[in-house]
């Protein structure tokens, strides 16, 4: 089953409509008109499986060496599962993701807080 096509996300309160741009076997990509925001949904089936989601966006900031300058940045966050071919089932997968993402997101972000200020 596919994702939903256009998909919608909500970032800061601020939903965005992503339509689906790009297929390439087992890859999926969904962007906003502008390509701000990016949603890239990948399959890689080998010795191992791997699911990748995936989000890119990028803006325009002042330039901090140039004051008369903006330079464009960039930034993702993904998730992966990296699972052998046999011997997890998707609802086992899910069991681990589900734990992981709850512990990060306990508290108001608490611990993906303490991973992007270098905390371990």
Request: charged share 25%; net charge negative.
């Amino acid at each position: 089953m596919s994702f939903a096509d256009p998909l919608t996300i909500s970032l800061s309160g601020t939903p965005y409509t992503l339509p689906r741009v790009s297929v390439e076997g087992d890859k999926v990509v969904y962007a906003t008109g502008d390509r701000t925001v990016i949603v890239t949904v990948d399959h890689d089936y080998g010795r191992r499986n791997r699911h990748v989601l995936r989000i890119d966006t990028k803006k325009v900031s002042p330039d901090p060496y140039r004051d008369d300058e903006n330079v464009e940045l960039t930034m993702s966050f993904y998730m992966v599962f990296d699972v052998p071919k046999d011997g997890y089932s998707a609802a086992e997968a899910l069991v681990f993701a589900s734990g992981l993402t709850a512990m990060a997101t306990a508290s108001s972000n608490a611990n993906f807080t303490k991973l992007l200020n270098g905390e371990s």
